[in-house]
């Protein structure tokens, strides 16, 4: 007699509103990859940190001149069958759908041992056909170091940052940079911040990510 198991289903990917209604009842966040739901994993305190970091630094600023600061919780929608969780993403004009967006301008990912593989591989090439986006952040969570890929005019750009200012050029305004430097005396159509403003909120402690816990929800565990 053979093996008794559970008869074979027949794999059928979800469209988009599928996904969003089926997901709006489930107790896990899950990824849609053509179509297939994964569902994703926890992070760590130090992923968490240094998203809450970015998302602070980033904020005021971008408020004052109508853009705003994703983070976590926020879908992004890739394709009809594709959407992502981004640690962090900035949409500066219209993307209006309020479960997912379309049109980030930047995308940032916290690297950790069990996503990096997927951020340095599958996304950053999904990502990158993205027309409105203009920078890809790939920030690491051991130690000070921030890699980042720059749309151009001849194509994407690739640099690697590890001393104390990260700096994201544009040619476009469908991110304008300059809105991240206002006060902080940095040349215009720029956005920087320092990779010890960056990691010594984390290592203190994290004063604003932790003020996070009043406004929004970061995922917790393993991540």
């Known amino acids: 007699m053979g093996p008794v198991g559970e008869a074979a289903k027949l794999l059928r990917p979800m469209g988009a509103e599928e996904y969003l209604a089926w997901e709006a009842s489930q107790e896990e966040r899950h990824e849609l990859?053509?179509?297939?739901?994964?569902?994703?994993?926890?992070?760590?305190?130090?992923?968490?940190?240094?998203?809450g970091n970015l998302y602070f630094l980033l904020r005021p600023a971008a408020q004052a001149r109508g853009c705003r600061v994703f983070f976590s919780d926020m879908r992004l929608r890739v394709s009809e069958r594709t959407f992502y969780y981004p640690d962090l993403m900035v949409v500066c004009g219209e993307d209006p759908h309020p479960l997912y967006k379309e049109r980030p301008c930047l995308v940032v990912e916290?690297?950790?041992?069990?996503?990096?593989?997927?951020?340095?591989?599958?996304?950053?090439?999904?990502?990158?056909?993205?027309?409105?986006?203009?920078?890809?952040?790939?920030?690491?969570?051991r130690t000070r170091r921030v890699e980042?890929?720059?749309?151009?005019?001849?194509?994407?750009?690739?640099?690697?940052?590890?001393?104390?200012e990260v700096e994201v050029p544009s040619s476009r305004r469908a991110c304008p940079w300059g809105l991240f430097t206002r006060g902080w005396s940095l040349p215009r159509g720029?956005?920087?911040f320092t990779l010890a403003t960056?990691?010594?909120?984390?290592?203190s402690g994290g004063r604003w990510a932790s003020a996070l816990g009043s406004r929004g929800r970061l995922s917790t565990g393993s991540r």
């Not at 990859?33 to 998203?51: I, R, T």
């Not at 990096?116 to 920030?139: H, M």
């Open 33 to 51: 990859l053509e179509g297939v739901p994964y569902a994703m994993a926890g992070a760590s305190e130090a992923h968490n940190l240094l998203v």
């Open 110 to 141: 916290v690297l950790s041992e069990g996503t990096e593989a997927t951020d340095r591989r599958e996304k950053l090439w999904r990502y990158r056909e993205i027309p409105s986006l203009q920078g890809y952040l790939l920030v690491e969570s």
């Open 190 to 192: 720029r956005f920087s």
């Open 198 to 203: 960056l990691w010594g909120m984390r290592e």
């Open 148 to 164: 980042g890929y720059f749309r151009g005019a001849e194509g994407w750009l690739y640099r690697v940052f590890e001393g104390e």
